[in-house]
């Protein structure tokens, strides 16, 4: 199973999901990450962030849906839709879920709360991915009805 985080830049939001959930799923299942209109490169913090959780950052780049190589079976957008950000809309096959979170690359502010932002977002979806990985446990993740359901009701989970 792939599953592709998507979000409109690609430096921060998807990039954190994609990197947290291979690093904690099984590598039967991997994420993959993309932008509809990709910054270009992945935020500094969002590295500083993932390197000081222990979490694996080779590989990792800003790159357009455009680029993904393999249609993904499920795509959780991660865009703010709250804030009147618009999600961008994936166009190939797949189950579909909005996981929204805000863009900590829009906080301003002294460093400390740009660190408390890009923090929070980390914080809520590790808390999403580890309620996904507990659904991956119970052996129902083929089912897509009731993967959509539990993707859906994940999607709305803080920690």
């Not at 959930?21 to 039967?28: C, K, S, Y």
């Not at 909005?98 to 900590?104: E, K, L, N, R, S």
């Not at 991956?136 to 989970?157: A, C, N, V």
Request: charged share 25%; hydrophobic share 45%; aromatic share 10%.
């Amino acid at each position: 199973m792939k599953i592709l985080f998507l979000c409109t830049g690609n430096s921060c939001r998807s990039i954190l999901a994609e990197a947290t959930f291979n690093a904690l799923f099984p590598a039967t299942i991997r994420a993959m990450s993309a932008g509809s209109r990709p910054a270009g490169f992945v935020h500094p913090k969002s590295i500083a962030l993932l390197k000081r959780e222990s979490i694996p950052v080779e590989g990792l780049f800003s790159k357009s849906w455009d680029d993904i190589s393999e249609v993904p079976d499920v795509v959780i957008s991660v865009c703010d839709d709250a804030a009147g950000e618009s999600c961008p809309l994936y166009l190939k096959p797949g189950l579909r879920s909005h996981w929204g979170v805000f863009d900590p690359a829009k906080t301003v502010g002294e460093e400390r709360d740009v660190d408390a932002a890009f923090e929070k977002v980390y914080r809520i979806l590790r808390f999403r991915i580890e309620a996904l990985l507990a659904f991956f446990h119970s052996g129902q993740m083929d089912t897509p009805f009731l993967l959509k359901k539990e993707l859906d009701r994940i999607g709305i989970l803080t920690p």
